[in-house]
């Protein structure tokens, strides 16, 4: 082998050493961040229920009706103290009306779908020839529907109401029940006190719930693309 073969076999050794020494140091590297400064605040989501009456009878008032007018003016009296078990009114009659004016709000800060349940079919059967509950007067975004359960999904929007009438009519009259040609009531229930929560038992008369708008949104995980 000649000295410029051997020259050059030795260049290539030192190269191929040189390479295998510098894989053990440091690589130059460089980093950077970004920080996770978001500071977000949840809506919420509230309902409110008033009574706009009478507080020592619960929000009833008793209602003028033409049976009532005159000599037929009726003689029921609400409680002038609230009494825990005492009836709101007393010496009430058949044919005496009681009204409930209630107002529903949205007083979250988000849009609420709302759906509604109303149990006075179980009073009504439960009283029947007794007693007629019945809502009324239903009114939403200045428009009037028959019931609430109209209004189940409506959206309803921060600081608007919904408004309405519950009505209790004592029912004037039980066929065959009658005192000189005129219905007389049901004579099971003279005297005795007519407990209309006590029938719903765990149910409410009204049952209102709200749910945000997007509850299901059509989003992807970035993970499963």
Request: aromatic share 4%.
């Amino acid at each position: 082998m000649n000295k410029k073969k051997l020259a050059a076999l030795a260049l290539s050794g030192t190269l191929l050493m040189g390479a295998a020494g510098f894989g053990a140091y440091s690589w130059f590297t460089s980093s950077a961040s970004v920080n996770s400064n978001l500071i977000v605040e949840t809506g919420t989501l509230n309902i409110k229920v008033e009574d706009n009456g009478n507080s020592v009878t619960k929000g009833w008032e008793l209602q003028d009706t033409e049976e009532n007018l005159g000599d037929n003016q009726t003689e029921a009296s609400p409680q002038t103290k609230v009494e825990e078990g005492r009836p709101d009114f007393v010496n009430v009659r058949p044919g005496d009306s009681f009204i409930k004016k209630v107002t529903i709000t949205n007083t979250g800060s988000l849009k609420e779908r709302l759906k509604f349940t109303v149990n006075n079919q179980i009073v009504n059967d439960a009283y029947k020839d007794v007693v007629n509950v019945s809502i009324n007067n239903v009114n939403s975004n200045g428009g009037s529907v028959d019931n609430l359960t109209d209004l189940n999904n409506t959206v309803l929007e921060p600081g608007k109401s919904i408004t309405a009438e519950i009505k209790v009519q004592i029912l004037t009259g039980t066929p065959g029940n009658n005192v000189d040609g005129k219905p007389e009531g049901n004579p099971n229930y003279q005297g005795k006190a007519i407990h209309l929560e006590g029938i719903l038992e765990n149910k409410e008369l009204i049952a209102v719930n709200g749910e945000q708008v997007n509850k299901t949104p059509n989003v992807t995980n970035p993970t499963q693309r």
